[in-house]
């Protein structure tokens, strides 16, 4: 008899804050699920407002209450460490382990959103790239294709590197007015990241992070993310 194939788990993390972390999570989660398969995401850790939340759940309604979506929550718009401080509060590694593994039971495929890029503190003693390091995932790296990318890029899968956790690709997201260096941002990239893919996700308007133009645009994302599909596994 075969063995059902395991849950693919798969943290989506970023070269900083506001790079298009949620724009991706939000257009592979969609078209997973419009493909037929059982996926869902989380966003363990966020502080300030809660649009990312909200729009990943605007693309799986009635599976998750928020409180499993995202299930550390800060008002204050600082990193989750100091966020969680301002109200007295601390979440342990372990918990966080926990409650992302609590949903790799009910789907195919989870996909992990975190917060900023890979050394933001989550708590006391561990960063996003600890939280990677503890997790049986893999993972995807998100940047600006603007100037700047290729030093924040190259220190970001270096770091995932020191533990073990070379990303499946990193995600260029292109620009509404591209800068000359995205004519050759993603060259350098390649030679300086020999075995790393480096795509690019199409920019998709000012309104992109709505759920509706999320449906919408599923066509114009979907060369990035068959080609994604298929370096993780998805195919």
């Known amino acids: 008899?075969?063995?059902?194939?395991?849950?693919?788990?798969?943290?989506?993390?970023?070269?900083?804050?506001?790079?298009?972390?949620?724009?991706?999570?939000?257009?592979?989660?969609?078209?997973?699920?419009?493909?037929?398969?059982?996926?869902?995401?989380?966003?363990p850790f966020c502080s300030g407002g809660r649009e990312d939340v909200a729009l990943l759940q605007a693309l799986q309604p009635g599976e998750l209450p928020d409180s499993e979506a995202n299930p550390f929550y800060f008002s204050a718009p600082l990193a989750p460490l100091a966020a969680a401080r301002r109200v007295r509060d601390q979440i342990p590694l372990a918990t966080a382990l926990a409650r992302?593994?609590?949903?790799?039971?009910?789907?195919?495929?989870?996909?992990?959103?975190g917060s900023g890029g890979v050394l933001v503190p989550l708590g006391?003693?561990?960063?996003?790239?600890?939280?990677?390091?503890?997790?049986?995932?893999?993972?995807?790296?998100?940047?600006?294709?603007?100037?700047?990318?290729i030093n924040h890029t190259a220190l970001t899968v270096r770091a995932l590197a020191a533990v073990n956790r070379?990303?499946?690709?990193?995600?260029?997201?292109?620009?509404?007015?591209?800068?000359?260096?995205?004519k050759t941002n993603a060259g350098i990239l390649e030679r300086l990241l020999p075995g790393v893919p480096i795509l690019r996700f199409p920019h998709l308007g000012p309104r992109a992070t709505q759920a509706g133009s999320v449906r919408r645009n599923h066509r114009r994302a979907a060369r990035c993310l068959l080609r994604l599909n298929a370096l993780a596994g998805l195919d």
Do not use: N
Not at 125 to 143: H, I, R
């Open 166 to 182: 070379l990303p499946v690709a990193v995600i260029l997201m292109t620009e509404a007015r591209p800068d000359l260096s995205a």
């Open 1 to 43: 008899m075969q063995q059902a194939k395991p849950p693919t788990t798969i943290f989506i993390t970023g070269t900083d804050t506001g790079v298009g972390k949620t724009l991706l999570t939000a257009h592979w989660l969609h078209a997973l699920r419009k493909a037929g398969r059982r996926a869902l995401a989380m966003k």
């Open 100 to 113: 992302i593994g609590a949903l790799q039971s009910r789907c195919e495929t989870l996909l992990v959103e």
């Open 124 to 149: 006391p003693d561990y960063t996003v790239l600890d939280l990677v390091g503890q997790l049986p995932c893999a993972t995807v790296v998100v940047a600006r294709d603007r100037l700047g990318t």
